[in-house]
C-alpha cells in the first residue's frame, strides 16, 4: 500500500472516531435531558472540528 493512500485511511479513521465520540456525548447529553436541542450550527460546527482534528491527527501520526 502507498505512502498516501496509508495517510488518507488514517485521517479517515481518526475523523471517524472523533466524530463517533462527540456523537456518544451528545447522545449521553440528551439522555440525562441536560442538552434538550442542538442548533444545526452547532452541529456543522461539531462535524468541522472533528474534520480538522482528524486531519492534524493524521498527519502528526504519519510523521513518527
Known amino acids: 500500500m502507498s505512502g ?14 472523533i466524530l ?11 439522555g440525562f435531558g441536560w442538552l434538550p436541542a442542538i442548533p444545526d450550527y452547532v452541529a456543522w460546527a461539531l ?4 474534520v480538522g482534528i482528524g486531519i492534524i491527527g493524521g498527519l502528526r501520526s504519519s510523521q513518527k
Open 4 to 17: 498516501l493512500w496509508r495517510l488518507v485511511i488514517t485521517i479517515t479513521l481518526y475523523t471517524l472516531g
Open 47 to 50: 462535524v468541522l472540528l472533528a
Open 20 to 30: 463517533l465520540v462527540i456523537m456518544a456525548v451528545l447522545i449521553l447529553l440528551k
